[in-house]
């Protein structure tokens, strides 16, 4: 019987996942590695596992220490610390991303995305934009509550269902706009600017 050839052989979701899988975990580079970022978005489950994104300048990618690991660590991991991790890369099957499975942890001084931030944070104070005159009030049970971010972005499923389950009085509005690349500031300014105008 012929064999079928690469061109006309069909496979399924979870087989692919599998073979991407399978293709990283042969690759011996990626079985004990260190890679260095900085730590955002990190989750303390009541698991004791620890999840968190690592970050540089440029890409991310996603990290999960296991509670015996984590339970082994010197220092308390927070966002935005540079560190260095080592472990060993695999593929999470189900939702078909790659992430590393994180075995040791070291700290290698405060995160370039922090010490941005922070650099921002001085600015802005120097320019007065938070002094106490210039806050208003927030209303303790908002009626219209507008939301500037991406339609399509898992912040703003993360808001509604948020706002489904605990305030569900509120008029949400969105103001849809890119949030990332060189386009995002002003189209921001202008997605702000409108719900000003729509909703006061």
């Known amino acids: 019987m012929e064999q ?5 052989l069909t496979l399924t979701v979870s087989e692919l996942n599998r073979c991407v899988k399978d293709a990283v975990e042969q690759h011996p580079l ?6 260095k970022g900085e730590i955002s978005n990190l989750s303390r489950p009541s698991s004791g596992h620890l999840y968190f994104t690592l970050k540089d300048p440029a890409s991310a990618v996603k990290c999960v220490i296991w509670k015996t ?16 991790v080592h ?22 001084g405060e995160g370039w995305l ?9 600015r802005l104070e120097a320019a007065g934009l938070f ?3 210039r806050k208003r009030p927030l209303p303790q049970m908002p009626q219209r509550i507008g939301i500037v971010t991406s339609p399509t972005g898992a912040a703003l499923q993360d808001m509604l269902n948020t706002l489904t389950h605990r305030y569900r009085l509120a008029d949400v509005f ?4 890119p949030v990332q690349g ?14 000003a105008a729509l909703i006061g």
Not at 75 to 84: F, I, R
Not at 114 to 122: D, G, H, I, N
Not at 174 to 177: G, H, S, V
């Open 30 to 35: 990626l079985q004990g590695v260190w890679v």
């Open 87 to 108: 472990g060993t890369v695999s593929v999470y099957e189900r939702d078909g991303i790659y992430q590393i499975y994180v075995d040791a942890v070291r700290l290698s």
């Open 114 to 122: 922090y010490q941005e931030f922070m650099r921002l944070k001085t």
């Open 182 to 195: 060189d386009d995002a500031p002003p189209a921001i300014v202008r997605a702000l600017q409108m719900l």
């Open 174 to 177: 969105l103001a849809p706009t």
């Open 69 to 84: 690991n984590a339970m082994r660590l010197r220092t308390p991991l927070q966002n935005g610390q540079a560190v260095e």
């Open 4 to 8: 079928p050839s690469l061109f006309t």
């Open 131 to 133: 002094d106490e005159e």
